[in-house]
């Protein structure tokens, strides 16, 4: 710096004083107007320092960008200069989508860097307040159609200062939503809503969007579908990474603290709100897509195409370039041809628009997902049965959702795992766990069926001698699916043809699941067993060498499910099952992650248990004396085993929702013993077995917390406990009874766990529960 302004310095003349840094400090103490911007340094030194600094004349095209930002400004200097620093920031917006993405993090973007620095991100075009005057409404949409295609792009997900200073700004958040009204700055402005909500520390409150129910519906279809990337974020639970706030505690503690609706919740009622809103995401989701583009190839050029594909922002800028280019090509030639061989249209494949239109209907399917999970569920539920959400998707199904070729190349993705998935596997997995989500303990899963099938489940039952399921009468047959199948059908077919190692195996058998969940249901066992699912199950836990956990489990609970209290389901088993190493494989499998398949052991216990009480059924008792999985656990000392192990492998603090299985499959064999009068025996088991095993104590004092958590958790007036009595058929009262039962203070019942923990090692007084 002293070699600027030092005596050699070149800055002569009677401009002396307005180019000298220290005059301009002078003048500005004086005039009590400190510098605000870096730009308002000296042109000279700031061109001085370009040189050196490499800073491609950054600096001083903010400067003249802020000289030309007043009302009377004129546009086309204004445009020009916005084209300039337009084209300096996206040539580091393509380094980073072209380049490997390894690389590409690691990557600097001195440009962005330099704009940030300057100042770029608070000049006029991210001032609200100069759209007062009309001519300044002009300079702010030039501002903002060229600036905002650079801001959007993703270097500035790599330079967090840019970002975090919009996401700071709750009145420019908002303002940007005003600005997805013109059709020409929707995109930008949609990217760059969805970039800094991604950083923005609070929520958004969609309500305090002006005028929101206009905006929405002035979009057109593919706006609406873009915009749906927007509210993902702020209809979604924020997901915490911290393992200890997954925890049945941690959470259980954060309700407490946070009693009122969240965000997210209460920007869904406002989505809900809108007139037309839910009827125009149905027709999204199953809105068919023009066979003529090229279709054939569409799987073979989305595999040599998935580097570019994968970016949703990059896809649709050369969508709409590509619209833009036909635009301005009509306006100036009608020949066709010309259109045909234009550069940009001979570089994009014959499938993007399919493409396209996948990418979409991810976005549409995941926000109709998480309404459906929400707290409004059934307004959701009604309103996607009206609009005929699953027949649509039915109709979808083979040309587009589940196509014969599926790469098998892909790695399993677990449930919450986040990956960088191809369009494909991204709607597929969407489209199952919409499907998981909208079956799940609830009776409009029979819209998944068709006529002639919902006809099947109703001869099914009449042939047992047993009542039709009530949510089977009362559906109605003009929402179902058409055609020969219906979308559970079809689904069930395909995931009988997936390959071993398919990364879609998980999502498929949680679908399946969701429809058997609730009330076990005779006739939907029979109508899965008829085609086969069982054996495809046993396959894959047996035969296929899968070794997935995930995968496994998905199978273990769908399993349980189907077998359920079903004789026949049994019956089969035992035939598929033949032979002792299958057997033993099988019984690997289960042990090697109690936590994993621990709902299949809860429904082999209470399946014997029923089966017990009806010996004068001829076939129940055949089945029970050659079936080899009744005979293992008819005997006692396998259902000690298996109480010992669930309760050893949880603890209070580590409870989750994934793992709260164990503590309730342990109380359903403890609530069977008790009914039979043994509940002292297996307590005495237990306690023989902890000092067998050296730590006396510490199961029992275990078991006593975990059963103290269980009353608070599943006590609580807002917790729905139909679930544990739909699925074990066993009254909710009894399961309350039984706890307190087990955790009576009088040492000398023979049914409460107190009485056979010996004094010495008594821990019931510490309180591990608290907040």
Not at 48 to 67: F, S, V, Y
Not at 592 to 620: A, G, H, P
Not at 731 to 743: A, H
Request: glycine content about 4%; hydrophobic content about 40%; some cysteine.
């Amino acid at each position: 710096m002293a070699t600027f302004l030092g005596s050699e310095s070149p800055w002569t003349g009677g401009k002396r004083s307005s180019r000298n840094i220290i005059s301009k400090i002078t003048h500005s103490q004086i005039a009590g107007q400190g510098f605000s911007r870096g730009t308002q340094l000296p042109e000279a030194l700031l061109q001085e320092r370009d040189k050196r600094a490499k800073w491609h004349g950054i600096p001083e095209l903010l400067q003249k960008l802020h000289e030309s930002s007043h009302p009377n400004s004129d546009l086309s200097h204004t445009h020009s200069v916005l084209k300039e620093l337009s084209s300096l920031l996206s040539m580091e917006a393509m380094s980073f989508v072209t380049e490997d993405r390894k690389s590409a993090q690691e990557s600097t973007f001195p440009n962005t860097y330099t704009f940030d620095l300057f100042g770029g991100v608070d000049y006029p075009l991210c001032r609200p307040s100069l759209h007062t005057q009309k001519k300044s409404c002009h300079v702010c949409f030039f501002l903002f159609r060229h600036s905002l295609i650079v801001k959007s792009l993703p270097t500035f997900s790599q330079t967090e200062g840019v970002t975090k200073s919009l996401a700071a700004r709750d009145d420019f958040v908002l303002f940007l939503f005003t600005l997805m009204t013109n059709k020409k700055t929707f995109l930008q402005t949609a990217t760059l809503i969805e970039d800094i909500l991604g950083v923005k520390k609070d929520m958004i409150q969609l309500e305090g969007i002006p005028n929101l129910s206009g905006l929405v519906q002035s979009f057109d279809q593919q706006q609406l579908a873009n915009f749906c990337r927007i509210l993902s974020v702020t209809i979604s639970e924020p997901d915490v990474r911290n393992d200890d706030k997954h925890t049945l505690l941690a959470k259980n503690a954060q309700q407490k603290r946070n009693a009122s609706p969240s965000r997210a919740e209460v920007n869904q009622v406002t989505l809900l709100n809108i007139p037309g809103f839910i009827e125009r995401l149905c027709k999204l989701a199953t809105r068919k897509v023009s066979e003529a583009t090229g279709a054939s190839n569409f799987l073979q050029e989305l595999e040599d195409w998935y580097t570019w594909l994968d970016n949703a922002l990059v896809l649709d800028a050369l969508m709409q370039m590509a619209t833009e280019e036909a635009e301005h090509s009509s306006t100036e030639s009608s020949d066709e041809s010309s259109m045909a061989t234009s550069p940009l249209r001979h570089r994009l494949p014959q499938s993007m628009k399919i493409v396209h239109e996948i990418m979409y209907k991810v976005e549409v399917l995941y926000v109709l997902c998480v309404l459906l999970m929400g707290r409004q569920r059934n307004q959701v539920h009604k309103m996607l049965a009206e609009f005929r959400l699953i027949p649509g998707l039915n109709n979808l199904f083979d040309k587009l959702i589940w196509r014969k070729y599926t790469s098998s190349d892909h790695v399993v993705h677990g449930q919450n795992e986040n990956c960088d998935c191809s369009p494909e596997i991204s709607f597929k997995i969407q489209f199952l766990r919409l499907l998981q989500s909208f079956s799940d303990h609830h009776e409009n899963k029979y819209l998944l069926l068709n006529s002639q099938e919902l006809n099947e489940l109703s001869a099914i039952s009449l042939k047992a001698n047993i009542p039709e399921v009530e949510a089977l009468v009362n559906t109605d047959r003009s929402l179902v699916c058409d055609g020969k199948k219906g979308l559970l059908t079809r689904l069930l077919a395909v995931m009988k043809r997936e390959p071993p190692d398919s990364s879609f195996r998980f999502w498929q058998a949680r679908a399946v699941e969701s429809f058997l969940r609730g009330a076990t249901s005779y006739a939907d066992q029979m109508f899965l067993l008829k085609r086969g699912l069982l054996e495809h199950i046993l396959f894959c836990i047996i035969d296929s060498g899968c070794k997935s956990r995930d995968v496994l489990q998905s199978y273990f609970d769908l399993l349980g499910e189907l077998m359920k209290f079903n004789i026949d389901a049994f019956k089969r088993f035992n035939k598929y099952v033949s032979t002792d190493d299958k057997f033993q494989t099988f019984m690997t499998q289960i042990n090697s992650s109690l936590v994993d398949s621990n709902m299949l052991v809860r429904c082999i216990v209470l399946s014997l248990d029923r089966f017990e009480s009806q010996t004068e059924d001829v076939k129940v008792v055949e089945v029970l004396s050659e079936c080899c999985l009744l005979s293992y656990m008819a005997r006692v000392e396998n259902r000690l085993s298996f109480l010992f192990r669930l309760v050893n492998v949880i603890n209070v603090q580590t409870l989750t929702q994934e793992n709260v299985s164990c503590l309730n499959t342990s109380l359903v064999v403890l609530m069977l013993a008790r009914r039979r009068g043994k509940l002292p025996f297996y307590l005495n088991t237990l306690r023989e077995k902890e000092y067998a095993e050296k730590y006396p104590g510490c199961l029992l004092n275990n078991f006593h917390n975990l059963l103290r958590f269980w009353q608070r958790h599943y006590l609580n007036k807002d917790k729905d406990s139909t679930c544990l009595e739909n699925s074990s058929c066993i009254p909710f009262d009894y399961w309350k009874e039984t706890v307190s039962v087990l955790l009576g203070s009088d040492r000398t019942s023979l049914c409460a766990i107190a009485s056979y923990i010996d004094e010495p090692f008594m821990e019931l007084d510490r309180d591990l529960l608290e907040d």
